[in-house]
């Protein structure tokens, strides 16, 4: 269930804009023109703690790998044992495509 403090129009429509791109180039191109390169940068290394903690990666493991703060790494754990199963959803269709 989406969090009703998150939805509304805008969110709406940027969530549709991002279904709407068929490439990897496509994304590349959209997410430089709408993010700053720090910000694709946090999500990308999200994601990456995300696979690593689903993979039962050490905190340092992570660290070493991601440069993630540790307090990244906690936020992230967080999302994934209480979260709306956002990474869960994604990382799963990754290794369903490998």
Not at 46 to 54: D, I
């Amino acid at each position: 269930m989406v969090n009703p403090k998150l939805r509304d129009d805008l969110n709406d429509q940027l969530c549709g804009a991002v279904l709407k791109l068929e490439t990897v180039e496509e994304c590349y191109q959209f997410f430089e023109d709408i993010c700053t390169i720090s910000e694709i940068k946090a999500m990308s290394q999200r994601l990456e703690v995300a696979r690593m903690l689903q993979d039962h990666h050490t905190y340092d493991d992570i660290v070493s790998r991601t440069g993630a703060s540790t307090a990244t790494i906690s936020r992230v754990k967080r999302c994934l044992n209480y979260g709306a199963d956002g990474y869960s959803l994604v990382l799963d269709r990754l290794k369903d495509k490998k």
